[in-house]
Structures are given as C-alpha cells and as structure tokens.
C-alpha cells in the first residue's frame, strides 16, 4: 500500500511500565507525546506530564524531582517541548 502524501501525525499514550527513564527517585515516563511523522522519520513533537496542579508545591517531592529530572534528560537529547499540563490549561 502506497504511504499517503504529506505528513503524520499520531498520538501516543504511556502507561504504567517497568522501564522508563531514570531518575534520582526511581523510574519516570512522561503521560502523551505527539509524534509527527516528517520526511520519512518520525519526530517528537512535543511531551507532556499531566498534573492536577502547576504549583510545585503542591506536588510530592518524589514528583515534582521526576519532573525536574525529565526535562534535563530530554532537553540533553534535544526534545525542547516538554511541559507539565494542566486538564483545561492544555498549552498545546
């Protein structure tokens, strides 16, 4: 089947799993990215952690270090778009 002109984009979803990225206070992985297909590879468009709140405080200390340990790691391997949401306050 012929690949379909233009661009792609896909949804992805994580879920509870043994692997993930490590971090000082154990295993993390993010909640949705979107990849985009371009030019033959797939791209991460962007990454988002999915929290009640954006007030640090508010987080488990284990949580809020997870989150702070992600956006490091994936800003070493060039992944800029990484944020933690908001359900409503979505800054997509």
């Known amino acids: 089947m012929p690949e379909p002109s233009g661009d792609r984009t ?5 879920g509870p799993t043994r692997r993930g990225q490590s971090t000082p206070v154990g295993p ?15 791209r991460i468009y962007m990454i988002r952690e999915t929290k009640s709140t954006l007030d640090d405080s508010k987080l488990r200390p284990t949580e809020l270090a ?16 990484y944020e933690r949401a908001v359900p409503g306050r979505w800054n997509l």
């Open 10 to 14: 896909t949804h992805t979803t994580t």
């Open 28 to 42: 993390y992985n993010p909640d949705w990215a979107i990849i985009k297909h371009e030019d033959g590879e797939d």
């Open 66 to 81: 997870k989150i702070k340990s992600a956006r490091e790691h994936f800003k070493a391997i060039g992944i800029d778009d």
